[in-house]
């Protein structure tokens, strides 16, 4: 018999393909790729079961489990998880492997406390099951191994996070959730805890601290006021857009589209948050209806819409149908003069807020139901202003992409500001969004300054002034993303690298200070959406370092130089690498596209891991173009005069000149006359032959000065 390597079936000798999935079964096996990640295990074993099955006969145990197997694969499923692995009536799941979210500590509690509610229900729907569960939930670092296949029983994660897990829930009460240290820190402002006694876990030298999962808190979401933390900085511009919109939809009864976009954690949501305040403070009524996109779960279509839809019409979860019925019918009503419009209009709103089914996709059912939800809000709108917030829309479905932008282009008269909230994947999907109408913009959201980094830094620190070592490693590793800074100087706070000594903060010294969990989680999402072949490059990238050049990674990567230049473009639209805006080359640029210099943010080197960084270098050794190598590492180090001596053996006079240039510079700053000197009098000429101006007054000015 022949085992088929992708679905696991026997075949008969002799066959060439499989029966049952058409997989060729003598193709070698896939080669595994290991990565080092950041992931989170969900471990759930049923309490005292096995004495109980050994007592049955085995059919009657596997009638007993299958529900709870059926279940347990479902809400983990549906949160996003991937089942490892069942062993008798306990079950392994990874959150964050293969494809890493950012959430996935959330999600996998969230998972746990639905599958306590489940076995409940198992429980009521037949009282005969008794079935009682443990739970643990455990963040950190494994080696996963990316073309594992679970479902033929390959493992997939290894490391001391699984073995911890095992231990939390050796230990967790009956039907009680026990997470551990990473994973309470991670979603301590979603999920309700108490404090567990720490678990003395065999194998392990202290104790494993250890928190009880009770409850999940209600999450931001409709019309929930969230006071900023801190006070906005770096932000006036893009606040000032915000209520400049909105004083122009009140003023002209014109609708307005803006869309903030910007990489996670730059601010989009906390210039909702003052747009909030702004409209909050208003002496006039302004509506505000507020809906978020959601990366998992069922239903999801037009969720931001369907949320804004019962906010106003005040629908609760807890609502019986007829309930929600009867509050749909008077707010439609009592917005809608004409009967017979109000019917027209409440058939289509039924399936946003769950009473009907879901939405029929057909193009004339789909404009008629764009039509009434239009004009709904049109007429909602018609009474006093409103603000329609939609967060999150690069996870939004296209059915809700089409209709925002439809509601833009279609609305008339009112006074109705849309914003939305993306990253930018969304303009990598839908690169014309809100494209050609007058009444839509696109803003975005960058990275703050260095001064302005440092004046967050003060404000969350509440000290004017900083020490040096403290301000310099913040800036270094966040780039300018306020909520990174944030969660930066809290992970210092929490483990006691950052303390109050003497009246002000003191660093203690660390060899080593990693990224807290949750900014891993996003730089781990995004890394893992990209395209395989864009993540290779990115994680090529990384090797070379913070700077890199285009010609070295061409060497690593294997790539012809226009394919690079076109993945570059495309990371650089999605942020993940940008242009340094004064590269070194600068009008020798167009000469030689294979010398642009790129800039890549240092965060990514978190998550390649040092498992795959010793063979990218082996790699890096053996390249053809060792030459872009070494000058990647020489300017990268500022040793300019490195440089210029790798351009001068390959015989790259333009560069050269540059690089002697800039080394000159270097050397008069620090009194060095005769080394600048030396190095000017070699890039002088050059300048003058090539007729390169740019650069002639830097020399005059270095000459002037040794005179």
């Known amino acids: 018999m022949q085992i088929c390597p992708a679905c696991g079936q026997e075949n008969p000798a002799g066959f060439k393909f499989c029966g049952a999935c058409g997989a060729e079964l003598d193709a070698a096996p896939p080669t595994t790729r290991e990565e080092r990640k950041v992931i989170t295990v969900l471990f759930a074993d049923l309490v005292g079961f096995t004495s109980r099955a050994e007592k049955l006969d085995p059919e009657d145990v596997r009638a007993l489990l299958s529900p709870y197997y059926a279940r347990l694969r479902h809400e983990l499923e549906r949160h996003g998880g991937t089942v490892e692995k069942f062993i008798g009536d306990a079950v392994v799941a990874l959150f964050g492997a293969p494809m890493a979210h950012e959430d996935d500590p959330e999600r996998a509690v969230r998972a746990a406390l639905a599958i306590r509610e489940a076995i409940a229900e198992l429980n009521e729907a037949d009282p005969t099951l008794e079935l009682e569960v443990r739970i643990a939930v455990n963040t950190g670092e494994a080696l996963v191994a990316l073309g594992s296949r679970p479902e033929l029983g390959e493992g997939m994660a290894s490391g001391d996070v699984v073995n911890t897990a095992a231990r939390l829930q050796a230990a967790a009460p009956v039907n009680g959730l026990l997470v551990g240290e990473a994973t309470q820190r991670a979603t301590g402002a979603v999920i309700e805890y108490r404090p567990a006694e720490s678990v003395e876990a065999k194998g392990k030298s202290q104790p494993v601290p250890a928190w009880e999962a009770l409850r999940a808190r209600a999450r931001f979401g409709l019309d929930v006021e969230q006071r900023p933390r801190t006070r906005l900085i770096g932000r006036g511009q893009e606040l000032e857009l915000l209520t400049r919109a909105l004083e122009r939809v009140r003023k002209d009864l014109s609708p307005q589209l803006v869309t903030l976009v910007g990489v996670p954690g730059i601010g989009k949501s906390r210039l909702i948050a003052e747009l909030f305040q702004v409209v909050d403070a208003d002496p006039d009524l302004i509506l505000w209806r507020q809906g978020r996109s959601l990366p998992y779960g069922e239903g999801l279509s037009y969720w931001a819409l369907a949320e804004i839809v019962k906010s106003q019409v005040g629908i609760l979860e807890t609502d019986s149908t007829e309930a929600a019925e009867a509050k749909l019918r008077t707010v439609v009503t ?37 039509a009434a939800w239009r004009r709904f809000l049109e007429a909602l709108a018609e009474k006093t202003p409103i603000v329609l917030v939609f967060e999150d829309l690069h996870w939004a479905d296209d059915g809700l992409l089409d209709f925002v932008d439809y509601l833009a282009d279609w609305a008339s008269g009112v006074a109705l500001l849309i914003v939305g909230t993306a990253r930018p ?283």
Not at 338 to 360: C, F, Q, S, T, Y
Not at 537 to 562: D, T, Y
Request: with cysteine.
């Open 334 to 370: 009592d917005t809608i003069d004409d009967a017979k419009e109000a019917a027209w209009i409440e058939r289509h709103l039924r399936p946003l807020v769950g009473l009907d089914v879901a939405l029929a996709e057909g193009g004339d059912r789909r404009a008629e139901a764009f």
């Open 425 to 707: 994947e969304l303009l990598a999907r839908r690169p014309g969004w809100g494209g050609g109408k007058r009444n839509a913009s696109t803003v975005t959201v960058s990275a703050l300054a260095a001064d302005e980094t440092a004046q967050l830094l003060a404000t969350l620190l509440d000290q004017v002034l900083l020490p040096a070592e403290i301000q310099s490693a913040v800036l270094q590793r966040t780039e300018g993303n306020p909520l990174f800074a944030e969660e930066y100087v809290r992970m210092l706070q929490d483990r006691g690298f950052l303390v109050q000594s003497g009246g002000g903060w003191k660093l203690e010294e660390r060899e080593q200070l990693l990224l807290p969990e949750s900014v891993q989680g996003m730089i781990a999402a995004r890394l893992d959406s990209l395209p395989p072949e864009d993540k290779d490059l990115v994680q090529n990238a990384a090797v070379l370092g913070k700077v890199f050049w285009s010609g070295a990674l061409e060497a690593l990567a294997g790539r012809e130089p226009f394919l690079l230049e076109e993945q570059l473009h495309s990371l650089e639209r999605k942020e993940f690498v940008r242009r340094e805006a004064e590269a070194l080359v600068d009008e020798f640029l167009a000469a030689d596209p294979q010398l642009n210099e790129w800039f890549f943010k240092d965060l990514p080197w978190v998550m390649l891991g040092l498992g795959r960084e010793a063979e990218y270098l082996e790699r890096a050794k053996n390249a053809p173009s060792t030459p872009w190598l070494e000058v990647g590492t020489a300017l990268t180090n500022h040793d300019f005069a490195a440089a210029a001596a790798i351009y001068e053996r390959i015989g790259a006079k333009g560069l050269e000149a540059i690089a002697r240039l800039h080394a000159a510079e270097e050397a008069a700053a620090v009194g060095r006359r005769s080394e600048a000197d030396a190095e000017l009098a070699k890039a002088q000429p050059v300048f003058e032959d090539e007729g390169a101006s740019l650069y002639l007054p830097r020399c005059e000015v270095l000459l002037a000065a040794a005179s």
